[in-house]
Structure formats: structure tokens, C-alpha cells
């Protein structure tokens, strides 16, 4: 028996294929609690933009999802009609409308996802703390590039 060791690229190879399914994963799965709550997963993850980074205009959550401006309102519009999100003018700038969360509605998708973050740390703690940062920061690699993917795409959509 010998013990071959995985070459650079069947590596990479593995690393792809396997966030790839992650990624699969993780739409089922926040597909799955969002209709939980009666939400579709982009207006799930729209919730988790607007408890991250709070109120946001229209052109804001476009610019943090990468979906187009109608895309937008019509996900605001969804938001707004099941409770989840309000419009308010800007108080300096009437032309401006701020998405503000309802709050009593995110603290329950918090209430689903705490249980969940648990379960990760089982996973996570296997690890040291060096493969802990180096996790970390593929992950944090693939956020960006996966953002600057989705604006070049955006800037080709508007080009056309």
C-alpha cells in the first residue's frame, strides 16, 4: 500500500468540486428555512443583508446581490407585503427611499440560524486554530471574487 499523495492540481480539483456542492447545499438549505418563515431564499438572504449592514436604498441591496434594479423592487414589494421590510422616505433627501428590516421579524430567522451556527462549530472544531484562518480565508476569497464576478457581470448586462 502506498501513500500517494495528492498532487497541486487534484488539490484544487477536490477544493472546486467540493465548494461547488457547498454552494448547491446551501441554496437547498436556505431555501428550506426560508419557506419556514414564507420566504423564498433570495428574500431570506436579502433579510441577512439588511441585519448585516441595516437600512439600505434599492440601488444598495442591487449593488450587495447583484440582481437588477426591477429585480429589486419587485423582491422589496415581497418584502414589504409579508412584513419583513418597510420603505421610508429620507428624511434629507425625499427622493430617496430607505429599506428598513422589521426587526421582530429578523430576530426570527435568528432564532433559526443560531441552532444551525451551532452545529458548525462541531464541525469547525476539529480544526487548529492555522487551518481555522487559512479556512477563513478562502472563504473570505471566494466572497470577493465571487462580488467582483457578479459586478463585471453586471457592467456587461447594462453595456448591452
Known sequence: ??????????LIQTLLLASRESSTLAVFFHTNIAERVGLGATEEKTLGLLGKFGPLTAGEIASHTGLTTPSVTGLIDRLEKKGMVQRIRDPHDRRRVIVHPNQERLAELDRLFSSVQEAFHEVLDIYNDEQLATIADFLIRSAQRSKELMASQLGKEEES
Do not use: A, G, L, V
Open 1 to 10: 500500500m502506498s501513500s500517494h499523495q495528492p498532487s497541486r492540481e487534484d
